[in-house]
C-alpha cells in the first residue's frame, strides 16, 4: 500500500495540553470580576426569591392544613426560575465576552484544538455554576425550613422539615443544581454558536421562557402534555417535583434528559460553528 493511501492518524490532545486548557479558562474565569458578581447574584436570587415565594404560601386556603398537598421542595426551590438569568449570563459571556474584545484570537492560538478550547470553557462554566449553585439552593432549603412551620407547613400536618438529607428532597436539590450547570452549558453553546453575547442571551431565554407561554396558548390537553414533554424549562424543572408525580407529564430525570439534549445540541453547533470559522 502507498503512503498516499494511508489515512492519517487523528492526533489525540495530550493529558498535559487538556490540563493546561482547563487552568487557562478557569483562571481567566475566576479572574474577571463580573464572574464573582454573577455567581453570587445566582445564588442570591435563587435563595431570596425561593423565601419570598415560601413565605407568600400558607395554609389558610386549603381545607385542612393537612390535605394542603403543597410540594414545599419545590416550592423553596422556585427562585430557580429568576435564578437561571445568571447561569444564562455566565454561560454566555464565558466565550461571548472574548469575542467581544477580541481576545479569542489569542486563546486559540495558545490552544489550537477549538474542541479542547471548548471542553475546557464547559469544564471550567460547570465547575463553578454548581458551587454557586449548590450554595443557593442549600440556603433557600434553609429558608424554607424557616419559614414553613410558621405558615401551617409543620410535621404535625404531614410536612416534615426540608432537609438535603431527604431522599425527594435531596433528588429536587440535586436535580435544580443539575438544571443550572445544564442551562449554563446551553448558554456555553449558544454563545459560542452566535459569538454576540446579546442575542445569544436573548436567544437562550426566548427559548426558556417562550415554551412554557407557547404551551398556555394550546387549547388541547394533548398538546399541552406534548409541549410539556419537551420545554426545556418546564421538563427540566419537572426533577423539582417530589408530590403528584403521577400528574407529572414527564418524569424527574427524564425531564432534566430533556434539557441536556437541549445542552449538547448547543455546544456541538457551537463547537462547528468554532471549527469552521475564522476567530
Known sequence: MSTANRATPVAVPSRAACVNALHAEWTK????????CVLLAMA????????AVTASVDTSHC?????CMEDTPKLALSGVQVGQVAAVVLGVLAVGGEYATGTIAATLA??????????????????????????????????????????????????????????????AAAGTVLYLVLVALLSLGAGTALREPAAAITAVLALLWIFPAITRLAGSATWQDRLDKVAPMT???????????????????????????????????GGVVLAVRDA
Open 235 to 269: 421538563a427540566g424543572l419537572a426533577v423539582q417535583a417530589t408530590r403528584g408525580m403521577e400528574e407529572l407529564p414527564i418524569g424527574p430525570w427524564e425531564g432534566l434528559g430533556v434539557l441536556a439534549g437541549y445542552a449538547a445540541a448547543a455546544l456541538l453547533a
Open 44 to 51: 442570591a436570587l435563587t435563595a431570596a426569591v425561593g423565601a
Open 110 to 171: 495558545a490552544v489550537p484544538r477549538r474542541a479542547t478550547v471548548l471542553a475546557a470553557k464547559a469544564a471550567a462554566v460547570a465547575g463553578a455554576v454548581a458551587a454557586a449553585g449548590t450554595l443557593g439552593v442549600l440556603a433557600a432549603l434553609a429558608a424554607g425550613r424557616g419559614l414553613l412551620p410558621g405558615n401551617g407547613f409543620t410535621a404535625a400536618n404531614g410536612y416534615p422539615p426540608l432537609s438535603p438529607l431527604d431522599g425527594a428532597t435531596a433528588r
Open 29 to 36: 474565569l475566576r479572574t474577571l470580576p463580573s464572574t464573582w
Open 63 to 67: 381545607t385542612s392544613p393537612a390535605g
